[in-house]
């Protein structure tokens, strides 16, 4: 483990409030303290002395990052880019140069990293985001309930979840309840217009994260509908809690689900929306494959992977003290000098010798057969093979 550690978690949002970067944040403070470290949760505007400065939401944290390198410039600062930080318009993106101060930049779903240049990815690292799983306590006897959680703005399309539900036939059972506030001018106004005009949906407004989980646990459902994501908390919470996703197809949720998931549909669509929804609900066999996909996933949001991840993260940053001879016990680099033998090794020789040894090792003659090893050789002479006369090179 690294030394214990002051860090600065800077982030946005107040921790009174309830929003995705609150719990983010919470979260994260959480699992740093759980690795032994003190952690302090602070605005954008501050820039606490600290070994680590943690900036959530890269762009609306650019004053932290600035004030801490300015104070503190031979200190790691983690940078967390966020949806707006990534898919936001052209105003709103972070300016290099800051990206520039990372020591390592933190990205909550694969697909986020292909949206940055190529000379940043090298220091680039997923941390899914986590949640803890839940029992399902959902009804075959009352309606078939869809979620939707996330505060009331625009890019999160927030009452397409609503509007698919006007389309469907009569026969439909479906409620959709909406826990969010409204962030945005006009939003709750047309939140309240469609409640008095659409049967089906309710808006729950904002609730605490104890009421949400508890609607979580009763819902057949979640749609998440955004037209940009940086990775939302809602999908890891409904998949860690066995709730199948249906998912705008962006890259947000794409990253999170993978591309073969199959409750996608195009963003923005009302009617492949519909036909999502009132599928999951007269299909069983639909409805089984989502829930299969569902729990496919849910190891990937599970804390202790999380915390997994924050961990290695600080490893890089922090490597384990050296004993005397200069390595780390986990990973002292072993030199073998050959002996003499009366036979050749065996494999099992060879693996029980291996598995003995710190690091572990395996003889790569064992990685070939004999026809193998003569197709390596060739393949080493190919012009396309660089990796033998890069290493040729390096040697000499």
Known sequence: MPRRLTIALATPKSVTERSGNRTTALRWAAILRSLGHRVRITAPSEAPDADLLVALHAKKSEGAIRHFHGCFPTRPILIVLTGTDLYGDAEDRLDPAVLSLAARLLVLQPLAKESLPPHWHNRTRVILQSSPSLPRQVRSDGPFVVLVVGHLRTIKDPLRTARAARLLPASSKICVRHLGRALEEGQGTLAEQEMRENPRYVWLKERSRAEVREELSRAHLLVQSSFAEGGANTVSEAIAAGVPVLASRVDGNEGLLGPSYPGYFPAGSTESLRD??????????????????????????APAEERRRFECVLRELYPEPADEAGATAAHRLVIRVPTRSTRPSTLADDVHAGLHAVPKTLPCRWFYDEAGSRLFERLCETPEYEVTRAEIDLLR
Not at 288 to 294: D, I, Q, R
């Open 276 to 301: 999502l929804l009132y599928r999951a609900e007269s299909d069983p066999r639909f409805l089984a494959n989502l829930e299969a996909a569902a729990a496919e996933l849910a190891p990937m949001f």
